[in-house]
């Protein structure tokens, strides 16, 4: 297997994690089986117990769970509206930085 096709999103190692622990096999198996195969690219033995945990307790889901908060940008018609009147009343507006 070449390099690049090695490089897995987090949410294909999780897939993999969760394939292994269905077949019953134990972190410190998947960690192994893992690096033998995708090398530097392997999550780390922490990510492989984590997610071995959460599917052998249930979880069916590879992807994250939703995050409380702000969300990192927030893009609204409204927001639209207001910077582009700004930007118009003044074209040399500047953000602040």
Known sequence: MSAESSNLSNIEHRAVIKYFVKKGKTSKEIFEDMVSVLQESAPSYKMVKKWARLFQQGRESCEDDPRPGRPVTVVTEENVRKIEKL???????????
Do not use: E, K, P, S
């Open 87 to 97: 930007v118009l009343a003044d074209r040399r507006i500047n953000y602040g930085r």
